[in-house]
């Protein structure tokens, strides 16, 4: 996508490339189209490996990654992303984050080649709300998203505030002026500002009392986790990788389940699960990814005793998902724990079907063995293969298994997980979100 900004005397061919996330997150890689010199606003953890890609194969010249505030409901990739390319890391001075290259106030400008980018302070829907302005578009972050506004009922937001920063916007800016949001959850990429300004129910409201008393009304649920998100895109501080069972009944019963990643077969999840959670087999990880993407970072990888979440945690890895954690001695540790789960319909864990399938084997081949010499090879080799499971913790007959009929799910119970929902995410469809940036919609 190219625009052209005209200053007033030059005009300045520049790339807007949006990035995606399922969660309904945007970032975006702006660049100058001579020069190629690049920034980088609003990475999220896990596009920063497909926007680092972008960059490569582009040629571009990332010279600075921007946040444009503290992000509470994901976590973000800008450290990751500013430090492959040693690109300077700039947010906000109200933002308090370490590591950073380049503290803004707002009234500065960022140069890429000829291309300028201008940042404005925005405070509302956060204290440390910045916007930028540059290649005729506005990269408004969560102040102003399509057909919608922030919330400001956390991390200091204010909703007269907000009201402010809006009228201001839309009185400085034209209303060409394309409009590039840090989030949104129907899949939309942009706006005009021209758009908003007589289609955005938010923007009709010309009363800031009454501004604030609708913004105040439905406050939407607040993000997951959103103390280990602040404490990871403020500090840069990961969480450890390994999760007790103990530590996950905790969790559990103060926050819920939302960002628990359930990968045992679906006979095992219809058996019991914890309510709330999210599940998807180890072995559908690869084809569901944009589902395991939306469950709220950090996630936490659940299994019967630890292995396959072990696994799950490499293929979701490779698949460029970050703040991962593994639930150590899985489901079994919970439930010692005192951890509560829903039950259904009973079948034979994983483990008894391997132990029977072994133990079947090696009497066929023993007694089969009495007839001809050759069958003795069958308890041999399911030995050996036992002997490299318990040396190696890798049990393929295990995840054979995992992949017959009757392991997989039934249906109705299996299909629901977050919140009480129904897992949704197929590619471009509007997944279920909650506690996202966006204010609920005021009344009409
Ligand atoms: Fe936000």
């Known amino acids: 996508m190219k625009h052209a900004e005209l200053s007033p005397s030059t005009a300045v061919a520049a790339e807007i490339l949006p990035f995606s996330h399922p969660q309904g997150c945007k970032g975006y890689l702006v660049a100058d189209s001579a020069s190629l010199e690049a920034l980088a606003v609003d990475p999220h953890l896990d596009l920063a490996g497909a926007m680092a890609r972008v960059v490569e194969q582009r040629g571009f010249?990332?010279?600075?990654?921007?946040?444009?505030?503290?992000?509470?409901?994901?976590?973000?990739?800008?450290?990751?992303?500013?430090?492959?390319?040693?690109?300077?890391?700039?947010?906000?001075?109200?933002?308090?984050?370490?590591?950073?290259?380049?503290?803004l106030k707002g009234g500065e400008v960022l140069r890429l080649g000829g291309l300028a980018v201008a940042v404005r302070h925005a405070p509302g829907h956060t204290p440390d709300h910045i916007v930028l302005h540059g290649a005729g578009a506005l990269f408004s972050g969560d102040t102003l998203l399509i057909g919608a506004v922030a919330r400001a009922d956390f991390l200091g937001g204010?909703?007269?505030?907000?009201?402010?920063?809006?009228?201001?916007?839309?009185h400085d800016l034209p209303g060409t002026t394309l409009l590039y949001p840090g989030h949104d959850y129907a899949g939309r990429v942009s706006s005009t500002l021209a758009a908003e300004q007589s289609g955005n129910p938010w923007l009709q409201i010309a009363d800031r009392d009454e501004f604030k008393r609708q913004l105040a009304a439905h406050p939407p649920p607040r993000p997951a986790n959103m103390d280990e998100l602040l404490r990871f895109n403020r500090q840069g501080e990961l969480p450890p990788p390994l999760l007790s069972g103990g530590e996950l009944a905790a969790l559990v019963g103060q926050n819920g389940a939302a960002n628990i990643l359930d990968v045992r077969t679906g006979a095992e999840w219809e058996t019991e699960h914890i309510q709330g959670s999210r599940w998807i087999p180890l072995d559908e990880l690869e084809k569901r990814a944009d589902e395991a993407r939306i469950v709220p970072a950090p996630r936490l990888l659940l299994c019967r005793t630890g292995n396959r979440a072990q696994m799950a945690r490499a293929s979701l890895e490779k698949l460029g998902l970050g703040a991962l954690r593994v639930i150590e001695g899985g489901l079994e540790s919970y439930k010692?724990?005192?951890?509560?789960?829903?039950?259904?319909?009973?079948?034979?864990?994983?483990?008894?079907?391997?132990?029977?399938?072994?133990?079947?084997?090696?009497?066929?081949?023993?007694?089969?063995?009495?007839?001809?010499?050759?069958?003795?090879?069958?308890?041999?080799?399911?030995?050996?293969?036992?002997?490299?499971?318990?040396i190696t913790d890798f049990c393929g007959m295990g995840l054979l298994l995992a992949r017959m009929p009757w392991n997989r799910a039934t249906g109705a119970q299996a299909s629901c997980s977050t919140g009480g929902g129904c897992a949704a995410a197929t590619p471009g469809s509007a997944p279920e979100i909650s506690g996202g940036c966006a204010a609920s919609p005021p009344d009409r």
């Open 61 to 103: 010249k990332l010279r600075y990654v921007v946040e444009t505030h503290t992000h509470a409901d994901h976590p973000s990739g800008a450290l990751a992303l500013a430090a492959s390319f040693k690109a300077v890391r700039a947010v906000h001075v109200a933002a308090g984050h370490h590591d950073v290259g380049l503290v």
């Open 336 to 390: 010692a724990s005192g951890g509560l789960v829903v039950r259904g319909r009973q079948t034979i864990s994983l483990e008894r079907q391997v132990r029977i399938v072994a133990g079947g084997l090696v009497l066929a081949g023993a007694l089969l063995g009495l007839v001809h010499a050759f069958f003795l090879a069958i308890p041999i080799f399911v030995g050996a293969g036992l002997v490299f499971a318990g």
């Open 158 to 170: 204010d909703a007269g505030t907000l009201h402010d920063t809006l009228r201001g916007l839309l």
